[in-house]
């Protein structure tokens, strides 16, 4: 199992990407500048116990990609 890091997971191909390598068996951690937002990623995480960590993160702030490196 490989751990996957995806970013832009609260709407568009993101989530979805998130899903799939989710469904594959890997372990995916789900980055995204506005999580709460992510509510579709976030009920399909629950119904199917998929292994997704869901992370604040802003790709353009370094400060926050160290932090979410970090979690």
């Known amino acids: 199992m490989a751990v ?6 609260s709407t568009g191909i993101g989530p ?3 899903l799939h390598f989710a469904r594959a068996g890997h372990a995916v951690n789900a980055r995204a500048r ?3 937002g992510a509510d579709d990623l976030r009920a399909a ?13 802003d790709v353009d702030d ?3 990609v160290q932090r979410g490196v970090r979690e």
């Open 4 to 9: 996957v890091i995806v970013t832009g997971t």
């Open 16 to 18: 979805a990407t998130a």
């Open 34 to 36: 506005n999580p709460d």
């Open 45 to 57: 995480i629950a119904k199917e116990r998929l292994p997704v960590h869901v992370v604040k993160i």
């Open 62 to 64: 370094a400060d926050s």
